[in-house]
């Protein structure tokens, strides 16, 4: 499970299906499926969300990913 943060998310995506310019993390364990997104006003709060978010345990973030997103779709084609 990856947890990062973007300005573009469109092009994040497709930077991750098509394996450009991937952390050693993403392309390690292939990680191409968008399960998850928020948006935020401000890069404070957003960065504030991820670092705490980072030290969820799995379980939480799993439970909030099934709140929005019960059976794990991928998101790509629900940014705007």
Not at 20 to 36: E, G, M
Not at 47 to 70: Q, S
Request: no cysteine.
């Amino acid at each position: 499970m990856y947890i990062g943060v973007t300005k573009d998310l469109k092009r994040r995506i497709r930077q991750h299906k098509n394996k450009v310019h991937l952390s050693r993390f993403s392309a390690r364990y292939n990680l191409n499926t968008l399960v998850y997104f928020e948006n935020h006003e401000t890069k404070e709060s957003v960065l504030f969300l991820e670092k705490r978010m980072k030290k969820w345990n799995r379980d939480w973030k799993v439970g909030l990913i099934e709140k929005e997103n019960p059976i794990w779709e991928d998101l790509v084609d629900k940014i705007k």
